[in-house]
Every structure is written in C-alpha cells, then in structure tokens.
C-alpha cells in the first residue's frame, strides 16, 4: 500500500506559516535564487543561439553553401580544368540552386601606405546566387561596375575603414608572384578601383574582396580554368543533402561545406556558450545552499513534530522523505517560474530592448560595433530542459543532507526538551 503520508506532512510544511520568521525567509530567498538562477540562463542561452544563428545567416548571405576544389594540390596545380562537366552534373542535383564557377587567391592590398591582406574572389555579377547577395549588402556604389576587364573591386566596410578608402578610391593590389626583369625582380602589383562596398556585419567585411571572375583569371593566370565551384543551396542547414551532393563529387575533388571553412568560428561559439553556461549555474548552486539552510532550520524547527510522528510509528525512512519531499518541491517551483519566465523574456527581449532603447533615448547596442539593431534570441527547448532538469536534480540533490538529519534525530531526547 502507497503511503501518502510524507507527501502530505511535507507539502504542508512547504505552505505552512513558520513560527521562526528567519526560516521563512531563507525558503522563500532559496525559491526566488532556483527561479531567477533558471531565468537567467535560459535568457542568456537564448540570447547566445540567438547570435549563433544571425551569425551563420550573414555569413551564408555572403559566402557559398559548398565549394568544390582539386583534392590533391601536392604539385601547386589549383585549377579545375573540367569544370563545365561537373557544373552540369551537379546542377541536376536536388536542393542545389546554383552552381557558380569561381577564382580565387591570395593577394595584398594597399593604400596611402596601410596594407591590408585579402582573400580575392572573382565572380560573374550577373549570374545570381553571390551577385544577388552581395548587392543585397552594398552600402555604397554598384555592382555593376563589376565589368571584365575594367579592373573595378568590391571590398568590405572594415577593410574600406582599415585602408581610409571609398568607392572611386584606386587602391594597389600586389599578388604574391614574381616576375624577372633585366633590371631585376619585381612583384607583381595591379591598381584597381572600388566600385562598391560592402558590409554583411561578419569577419567577411574584414578580409574578403571581389571583382569580375575574367579579371581575376587574368591576374592569377589561370586562363579559362577556375579555382573551383561554389555551390549554393536551398537550404544550407539540410546536412543530409549536403551528404548526398558530397557523394555526387568526382573523386578528383573535395567538397568543402560552409560549416567545414567556419568550424573553428563555431567551435569558439560553442565553447563560449558552455562557459557561460557553467559560470551562470552558480546562481543555481547558490539556490540549493540556500535549499540546504533552509531545512536545516526546519529540521531544528520541526525537531517535535519529527518526535511525535516516530513515537506514532513513522519510520526514519518517511521522515526523511518528507523534508526531501518539501526541499524538492521548493525547487520545483522554482524550476517551473524560472522556465515560465526565462521563455517569456528570451522570446521577448529583443522587443524589450527596443522599448527600452525608444524610453530611455540612446542604443544599447552601437550598430557599427555590433552590426546589429536589436538583441537576437532563438529560444531552443533542448536548453530548456538541460536547465530545468539540472535545477530539479540539484534540489533533490541538496535535500538529502537535510532529509537524512531529520530521520536520525532521537524521539526522546527531541520530546525532553519541549
């Protein structure tokens, strides 16, 4: 037979009003410390998947889903010579939107003396997929500048600020390649013109430049070869069919996802989300030592009620589970408000911001250091229920050290005293 007694006994102690007003405090300080600590990390994890995935979608706005490259460069031969084949080839593909040939390499740029080193992308403005989005992100001048042989760039707003540049602006390009003179040895440099810049608020806007794919070609003599394909997806988040194009790749080349060329850019968010995460759980260690004072009185408190109900045939076990009962109750009601209202803020706080913001009269956050106009947050349900779970078992947790103590107090000498 279920005995429902400790249920009862310590649902009741968690309700009932105490004769020490300090205990009340403690339990209800404990309660308010569990709920703000699980507010508080579920807001700030939010806030951080929130950064994560803006992130990803400036940087997928900017550079390609997938490139496919030479898989074997031991002999310094970077070029795809067959490229139209596998372009073809590919583009049959399902959830492939485009297929665009490309060059590019390393390159210098410089300017009233500051220099700057870039990674050069030739492309064809007029196809879609990287023309469409890199006009989407033009602050200044036109991408259709972008003309075979005009030798006109696009360059980012942090190297446009680095170099004290703008649009009309000829900046000098130096390829790291030689060229033998009778007079000696000289790099081989070319002066080109911004026709545009860009800003997609990624490191991209810092190290990434381009220009007509035909003006490129000729710059790294490549001829009519490329350096590879960039392939751009319907949806990019969809790994399956990243794994099934992957399959579709002749063996002479590799494919390199998006995810693949930012790993360790995601690698360093993931390991600052966890470390936020670890520092913030101290609010929820704080709330089970406060759990732990707080039946530690009562178990003082209660010593006569644990007396009568031992000499009325409780056992030390039911005992014990009562205070475990009321310290994991306390919890779970701190659990529950602090995932109540962490969902609530962290679906909201970007609109909470801003009415701040509008109130108060200045940004909280600069848009030209943080490259956003309000806070992102992504609430995730699987952080939800880390954090609760984590709340929950360490109520349990820092219960048993109360719980225990209560089941061993003596009914005589508990009974002599009172």
Avoid at 94 to 116: D, F, K, L, T
């Amino acid at each position: 037979m279920t005995n429902y007694l400790p249920l009862f006994i310590g649902f009741r102690y968690l309700l009932s009003k105490r004769s020490d007003g300090f205990v009340s405090f403690v339990s209800v300080f404990s309660f308010l410390a569990m709920a703000l600590g699980v507010m508080t990390l579920i807001t700030v994890l939010s806030v951080m998947n929130g950064f994560d995935h803006e992130i990803k979608m400036r940087i997928l706005q900017i550079i390609p889903h997938a490139t496919i490259e030479v898989a074997d460069n031991s002999e310094g031969v970077s070029a795809v010579t067959d490229w139209q084949s596998v372009e073809r080839d590919l583009s049959r593909l399902a959830n492939v939107n485009a297929v665009v040939p490309y060059v590019s390499g390393q390159a210098m740029v410089s300017y009233g003396g500051r220099m700057q080193g870039v990674s050069m992308h030739g492309i064809r403005p007029e196809q879609g997929a990287i023309g469409d989005s890199l006009g989407r992100h033009l602050v200044s001048g036109r991408l259709q500048d972008l003309r075979a042989g005009h030798y006109n760039i696009v360059i980012g707003n942090l190297l446009a600020n680095a170099l004290g540049v703008g649009v009309g602006d000829r900046l000098l390009l130096t390829l790291p390649d030689i060229f033998v003179t009778p007079v000696g040895v000289y790099p081989r440099v070319k002066k080109l013109t911004i026709a545009g810049v860009f800003e997609a608020g990624a490191q991209v806007d810092g190290s990434m430049v381009f220009m007509h794919m035909a003006d490129a070609a000729k710059l790294l003599r490549m001829g009519s070869n490329v350096t590879g394909l960039r392939l751009f997806l319907d949806d990019p988040f969809n790994f399956e069919s990243l794994a099934v194009v992957k399959q579709s790749v002749p063996k002479d080349y590799q494919l390199t996802t998006w995810y693949d060329s930012m790993s360790q850019l995601f690698a360093a968010i993931r390991m600052e989300k966890t470390v936020v995460g670890l520092l913030l759980s101290v609010i929820i260690g704080v709330a089970a030592f406060n759990i732990v004072a707080s039946l530690v009185l009562m178990v003082n408190e209660k010593r006569t009620d644990i007396a009568v109900l031992r000499t009325l045939g409780s056992s030390s076990a039911d005992i014990s589970r009562i205070f475990q009962i009321q310290g994991g109750l306390t919890g779970l009601a701190g659990v529950i408000l602090g995932v109540v209202v962490g969902s609530v803020l962290a679906l909201s706080i970007g609109d909470l911001l801003v009415f701040i913001e509008n109130t108060v009269g200045f940004s909280l956050f600069d848009p030209d250091l943080y490259f956003i106009t309000r806070l992102p947050s992504q609430l995730q349900w699987p952080d939800v229920v880390v954090v609760a779970t984590l709340g929950i078992l360490v109520s349990i947790l820092a219960s048993w050290y109360p719980a225990l103590r209560a089941g061993r107090v003596p009914p005589a000498d508990a009974l002599r005293y009172t």
